[in-house]
């Protein structure tokens, strides 16, 4: 008798692998445990077991595995099926699924990079001989991979001696980067509250009869605290005081001040329990109501309630009944910067039963969440992350919120599978038989257009919490402005006056660029040439900070060069403005304001967000400048102004959800402004005040711009009347490239009777010294998905075997956004 076990490998193939176990082993392997086996002449993978069996492969010989890694199964049945409909519907290989779902700590492999953690000091008495035989080589070397520790310990199966030293956090691997950020801690001061009364202050008085010095820098405080509406720190106090911090510790000694830190924390939630009684609003409570009809009949519910309505609180509610069912429940959201301030709202209610899961969790982090959700355990019984968190063990799912459903970045670009985060967890939901909650003010088409046909259930909230008043939308038509010269560098003498408005009663103001770096480009006024990147078709960045020029494609950099590379003439100017352009001319036209920025450059690492965030809503930063990152759902209260420095360039994308994406993008970006008791204000800057789309966003009108684009839809073959899948093609050789994409898209559209369009060179067609291709089919609603499908896995795999062809590099993205 021979024994089998089938498995998938964390590598870009579409198939699961046979191998031979013997009878011991096959009794005891069960679906979803980790084994490592050997791939290739000399490599060991992490593989994942999906069925034992007795049948022997007829293609080759079975090799046998390594060890099982595994005493319990750590996927769950529902992930592989999840899994398998992934591969199959976003049309990528198992492999890349299972290698994108599981946390790199328990993907090891051959090719693994180990390194000691230079953090801790260890106890070696601890370690068994085969664990200090590695330590003691890392003492002597930085770094090892797994093929020298199979040297080292003169044996194969090594991969439970790593994941032990892994464990014990002695050792890491490559994938991690050193976090060099200590999260900034700020010490604010506060009076003792035993002086808050006025006999206190009398008290006191007699307290600091004799001491001068401590005497003014009370006085100071309580100036301060009259005209400086915000939390007082020791450092601003002892500024403002002309004193020393010697004079506010005796302060603090003799309990007249108490200081205090002001830091989130990072993965202990339970200090930030605070028993709170969630009081709806009238409209939130029969939002509430109307949710759970919807969820009677439908297993999905689109609620569409406008900026500032109060969603979270109703996804509060909604969670605690689910929690009440013993039920797991997990809230994706769009972008990291947003778990950052989700988490300490939910945390609040729910302490400690809060688990976070997205990519910038290290290993070990992501390890610790997966095994607690696959235990079911009380600290991960819900699970807030960006769209990864989709692929984690659940084994009692019972509700799943996707918070801004509409955001593209809910859809994976690359690498595959390039699956749509919103979409996938409807699939998952409907494995788990529980329910889906769609959030957003601004719906993507698709989602309105399934809850207007009854596919879906449809939520409507038209008021903001609390009865604010939605924010008083202006335009300011630049032309006009320029050509009147009533500009000073982007900013018109409108927004100067709001801006300053705002800053003199202390309120906070968000201006919008959807652009990093200084400048776009750099041009020679004498030869017009504009300095390229060299391995992509994009002209280089300039980031004025660094004084470089940078590619933000492939992070090629130059320094600013001093005169025209083609020319040699010294007249160089720039064109266009971005974030950090912005930036700068605020300190100089608002010299008395702190300007903060918030874009890719400034939010690197673990705790690029918390550090921004923190800091606006502490009130230390004034006037907020950011790209996309500022439009998803943050809320801070002391907002009055939001201003959009050029409206412009996002409507003018060679794109055809470009006016629906202008639409959400600015609406998303008002709806910051004004969300306490004061009416907001959003001042938008374009040249084309009378633009459709921009017109319905001043009056907040949704149901406008959906029927617009709607109409233009069905017109030209776009979703939601067809499904688009859009096949890229890349490779260095240009006249190759050309050639395969000619013979892909004539076998495509001789055998496909529906539109195929192609093939085009995208806008930018080169990154990375690749040339570019793309051909789009456009697959109409009442023909089958999975049939059209098919047709083209053959033509795939057949332009696969031609020769010349092989390597060009084929991506598919099915439903393109």
């Avoid at 010697?246 to 003799?254: F, G, N, Y």
């Avoid at 409907?430 to 003010?441: E, P, R």
């Avoid at 809320?635 to 409507?651: E, H, T």
Wanted: include cysteine.
């Amino acid at each position: 008798m021979h024994f089998f076990v089938e498995v998938i490998l964390p590598l870009s193939l579409a198939k699961t692998f046979t191998y031979s176990v013997s009878e011991a082993e096959y009794h005891f392997i069960q679906q979803g445990m980790r084994i490592s086996v050997p791939f290739g002449k000399t490599k060991i993978y992490t593989a994942l077991a999906v069925a034992t069996h007795q049948n022997s492969p007829t293609l080759y010989d079975a090799k046998e595995i390594h060890e099982i890694l595994d005493h319990t199964p750590i996927v769950t049945p529902i992930q592989i099926t999840h899994w398998q409909w992934i591969a199959s519907y976003y049309m990528c290989a198992i492999g890349d699924v299972y290698r994108g779902a599981m946390p790199s700590g328990l993907l090891l492999e051959s090719e693994t990079i180990i390194s000691k953690k230079t953090t801790s000091s260890t106890d070696t008495s601890t370690l068994s001989d085969e664990e200090f035989l590695i330590y003691e080589a890392l003492e002597l070397q930085s770094s090892l991979k797994v093929q020298d520790i199979i040297a080292i310990l003169n044996k194969k199966n090594i991969f439970p001696t790593i994941q032990k030293l892994l464990d014990k956090n002695i050792i890491s691997l490559q994938e991690e980067t050193q976090e060099t950020y200590k999260p900034k801690l700020v010490r604010y001061i506060r009076l003792h509250p035993q002086y808050n009364s006025d006999q206190g202050l009398s008290a006191l008085l007699e307290v600091l009869k004799k001491a001068n010095k401590q005497k003014e820098l009370v006085l100071n405080y309580f100036q301060l605290q009259a005209s400086y509406k915000k939390p007082i720190s020791v450092k601003k106090l002892i500024e403002t005081a002309q004193s020393s911090s010697a004079v506010v510790k005796t302060l603090i000694d003799k309990a007249v001040f108490e200081d205090y830190l002001i830091q989130e924390d990072r993965v202990d939630f339970s200090k930030n329990l605070t028993q709170k009684d969630l009081v709806l609003s009238p409209a939130q409570q029969k939002g509430l109501e109307e949710i759970k009809t919807e969820f009677a009949q439908k297993e999905v519910c689109l609620l569409h309630g406008v900026t500032a309505s109060g969603k979270t609180e109703v996804y509060i509610q909604l969670i605690e009944e689910y929690l009440a069912m013993h039920k797991q429940v997990l809230f994706l959201l769009p972008e990291i910067a947003l778990t950052t301030q989700l988490v300490s709202r939910l945390s609040a209610y729910f302490g400690n039963r809060i688990a976070v899961f997205h990519s910038k969790y290290n290993n070990n982090e992501r390890v610790e969440v997966w095994r607690n959700v696959l235990q079911n355990s009380d600290k991960a019984q819900i699970v807030i992350g960006a769209r990864s968190a989709l692929f984690l063990p659940f084994s009692n799912l019972g509700f799943i919120i996707v918070d801004e459903e509409h955001e593209q970045t809910f859809k994976q670009t690359d690498p595959a599978p390039r699956y749509h985060a919103r979409d996938t967890a409807i699939v998952l939901a409907n494995f788990h038989k529980a329910k889906v909650l769609l959030g957003s003010a601004t719906p993507s088409i698709e989602t309105y257009f399934n809850a207007t046909t009854t596919k879906f259930g449809l939520v409507e909230i038209k008021e903001r919490y609390g009865k604010v008043s939605m924010p008083e939308i202006a335009l300011v038509d630049l032309k006009d402005k320029y050509f009147r010269k009533k500009m000073t560098g982007h900013f018109s003498d409108t927004l100067i006056e709001a801006i300053t408005a705002a800053t003199t009663l202390g309120e906070q103001v968000i201006l919008f660029q959807n652009r990093r770096g200084y400048a776009p480009l750099l041009e020679c006024m004498t030869c017009g040439h504009v300095p390229q990147c060299q391995q992509c078709d994009v002209s280089l960045t300039y980031h004025k900070h660094k004084n470089q020029l940078r590619c933000h494609y492939c992070g090629y950099a130059i320094a600013k060069p001093t005169h025209c590379h083609a020319c040699s003439s010294i007249e160089l100017t720039t064109k266009g403005f971005g974030t950090e352009q912005i930036q700068q001319e605020l300190e100089q036209l608002f010299p008395d304001s702190k300007t903060g920025r918030m874009d890719q450059d400034t939010t690197r690492g673990k705790f690029g967000f918390e550090k921004i965030i923190n800091s606006f809503k502490n009130k230390e930063i004034d006037i907020l400048v950011g790209t996309q990152m500022l439009a998803k759902g943050l809320d801070f209260d002391n907002v009055s102004l939001v201003g959009i420095m050029n409206a412009d360039n996002m409507l003018y994308h060679p794109d055809f959800r470009a006016f629906e994406r202008s639409f959400q993008m600015m609406t998303q970006v008002s709806g910051r402004s004004g969300r306490s008791q004061k009416q907001g204000k959003v001042i938008i800057q374009t040249y084309n005040p009378d633009h459709n789309t921009i017109q319905q966003v001043t009056v907040n009108n949704y149901a406008g711009m959906y029927k617009e684009q709607l109409y233009d839809r069905q017109i030209y073959k776009y979703p939601p009347y067809f499904r688009i899948i859009k096949i890229t093609l890349k490779h260095r050789d240009y006249e190759k490239l050309k050639q395969g994409a000619m013979w892909l898209y004539q076998v495509m559209h001789t055998n496909l009777n529906i539109p195929v369009l192609g093939p085009e060179e995208p806008g930018i067609n080169r990154i990375r010294n690749e040339y570019i291709r793309t051909i789009i089919v456009k697959i109409p609603q009442s023909s089958s998905l999975g049939g059209v499908k098919k047709i083209m896995q053959k033509m795939l795999q057949s332009f696969d075997a031609v020769a010349p062809y092989r390597a060009i590099k084929v991506s598919v993205n099915v439903d393109f956004y």
